[in-house]
C-alpha cells in the first residue's frame, strides 16, 4: 500500500537523521511520481506526500493541469531541454536540473518575461560520468558566478544522481562530496546565490544521503513500486 510505503520511507528518513544527530524536519521527500498514474498520486497526496517530481514536461503539463499546484508541490527532476523551458517555467516549484549557463539564460528571460523569478538548483556530474548530465566539478564556481547574476533565477542549492551502485558506500561518497563542494561554494559568499539545498538520495541510497547531509531526496519506486522498464 502507497501508505505503507510513504510512512516505512518516512521512517527511514528519521531514523537516518538521528543517527547523524540532524533534524529530519530538514529533509524533504519528493515522491517521485514519473510514469505513476493520477490516481495513486491522489493516494499518496491524502497519505501526507506534499511534494511530488517529474522528469517528463508534457507528462507533468497534464498531471499538473488535472491535480493543480494546490496541495501538490511540483519539482522537475529530470533532463530539461531548452526548447521545453517555456512549458516549464511557473509550473513547478522547484528545476532540480540546471545542467548549463546556457539552459539558465533560457529560464532567466522566460523568467523575467513573467515577471517572475524561478527557484532552481544546479545538477553537479559529481562522478565525472560520461552518460551523465551535470556540471563538472571544475566548473562550478563560474557556473555559479554566471547564474548568480541573473535577476529570473534563484540558486537554492545543488543536486546530484550517483552511477546505480549496489555498493552504498559508492554513493556516500559522491554525496559526501557534493556535501563538501556545496561547503567550499558557500564559502566564497558568491552573490545571488543561496546553497541551503542538498538534492541527493534514491529508492536505493536515500539513507545514506540523509546521513551525508541531503535536505531533499528523491524517492520514486520505494513508494510507488517498480516502474514500467525502459526510460532513460
Ligand atoms: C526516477 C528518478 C528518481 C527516483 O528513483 P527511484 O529509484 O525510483 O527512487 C530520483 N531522481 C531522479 C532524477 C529520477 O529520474
Do not use: C
Amino acid at each position: 500500500l502507497i501508505s505503507d510505503n510513504l510512512a516505512w520511507v518516512k521512517a527511514q528518513i528519521a531514523e537516518a537523521a538521528q543517527k547523524v544527530g540532524r533534524d529530519p524536519k530538514n529533509i524533504r521527500l519528493i515522491a517521485v511520481s514519473k510514469t505513476v498514474p493520477e490516481e495513486k498520486i491522489i493516494a499518496a497526496q491524502k497519505a501526507g506526500a506534499e511534494l511530488f517530481g517529474e522528469n517528463r514536461v508534457q507528462e507533468a503539463l497534464k498531471k499538473i493541469s488535472h491535480l493543480g499546484q494546490d496541495g501538490f508541490g511540483w519539482h522537475f527532476i529530470g533532463h530539461l531541454q531548452k526548447n521545453k523551458v517555456k512549458d516549464v517555467v511557473g509550473r513547478f516549484d522547484l528545476i532540480h536540473s540546471v545542467d548549463s549557463v546556457a539552459l539558465a539564460r533560457v529560464i532567466d528571460a522566460k523568467s523575467q518575461a513573467l515577471g517572475q523569478s524561478t527557484r532552481i538548483l544546479i545538477q553537479v556530474n559529481v562522478s565525472g560520468e560520461a552518460s551523465k548530465f551535470g556540471i563538472a566539478p571544475e566548473e562550478l564556481e563560474t557556473t555559479l558566478r554566471a547564474i548568480g547574476k541573473m535577476k529570473g533565477i534563484r540558486v537554492e542549492g545543488l543536486m546530484t544522481i550517483p552511477p546505480y551502485d549496489p555498493d552504498l558506500e559508492k554513493s556516500r561518497k559522491v554525496f559526501s562530496r557534493l556535501r563538501e563542494l556545496r561547503d567550499h561554494m558557500a564559502g566564497l559568499s558568491i552573490e545571488g546565490i543561496s546553497l541551503k539545498e542538498l538534492s541527493m538520495g534514491m529508492s536505493h541510497d536515500f539513507k545514506v544521503a540523509v546521513e551525508e547531509g541531503a535536505t531533499l531526496v528523491r524517492v520514486g519506486t520505494a513508494i510507488f513500486g517498480d516502474r514500467p522498464p525502459v526510460e532513460e
